[in-house]
């Protein structure tokens, strides 16, 4: 089931990981991939902020949030993501591949939502950006989270991960009314975990070239 938009002619596909930090979007994001790889379809992975020079901007960010204005954050943000759609993830979606992006809009909406932004005007600012075919909304609570960060990763909590706000971020997420948001209860297993996510988004390839190609 592959839906035309009306921004491009996209073939592809776009699946994309949401949620607040710690839910696991990366580990899923990797083992969709090899998986997805493994039934012979071609994948791109990425992820926002992306690697780009603004993504290097926003990592600034994470130790000293505090010296930019809003306006200047949300706006790193979502250059990042105006470049991100025109150099990788149009180009891909025109060439029928799948892509698998860690981190979208939907995160500017419920991160700068919670700083203050309209949501409304945040997916209106961010309605160049094509909509995604599936946004999995990892779900588990903050303190699971934050745990998996501290312990699981070794890391500390950067200022987006220690901020009061990821409650009201987390709020927003589930807040937002689109179709194509499936939320995926992150909580149990990476294994179990992995095959709700497998079973959201295997009914959205079937009619792409993959496995048969994959096998000549
Ligand atoms: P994260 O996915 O944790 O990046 P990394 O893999 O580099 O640790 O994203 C970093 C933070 O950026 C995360 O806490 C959420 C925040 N963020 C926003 O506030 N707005 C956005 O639009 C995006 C994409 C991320």
């Known amino acids: 089931m592959i839906h035309p ?3 491009d002619e996209k073939k592809g596909v776009l699946i994309v990981f949401e949620g607040t930090d710690g839910t696991g979007k990366s580990t899923q994001q990797k083992l969709l991939a090899d998986y997805l790889n493994s039934l012979g379809h071609q994948v791109v992975t990425t992820r926002e902020p992306t690697d780009g020079p603004f993504g290097q901007k926003i990592r600034n960010l994470y130790v000293n949030r505090g010296n930019y204005t809003a306006e200047d954050e949300l706006s790193l943000f979502l250059n990042d993501r105006r470049e991100h759609v025109e150099t990788l993830l149009t180009p891909a979606l ?3 591949k799948i892509i698998l992006c860690d981190r979208y809009f ?3 909406v419920a991160y700068q939502g919670a ?3 309209d949501i ?3 997916l209106q600012r961010n309605s160049f950006a094509p909509d995604p075919d599936i946004a999995l909304l990892f779900q588990a609570p903050l303190e699971t989270g934050r745990h998996r960060i501290t312990s699981g990763r070794g890391d500390t909590l950067n200022d987006f991960e220690k901020s009061e706000s990821l409650v009201r ?3 927003i997420f589930r807040s937002i009314n689109r179709s194509y948001i499936q939320p995926v209860d ?3 297993s990476i294994e179990e975990v992995h095959q709700r996510v497998v079973s959201l988004v295997l ?3 079937s009619g792409l070239p993959g496995p048969s190609l994959a096998q000549e």
């Open 120 to 122: 409304e005007d945040l």
């Open 115 to 117: 700083i203050g932004f």
């Open 203 to 205: 009914p959205l390839l």
């Open 5 to 7: 938009t009306n921004k």
């Open 106 to 108: 939907l995160s500017t």
């Open 94 to 96: 025109n060439e029928g």
């Open 169 to 171: 971020v987390a709020e």
């Open 186 to 188: 992150a909580t149990g």
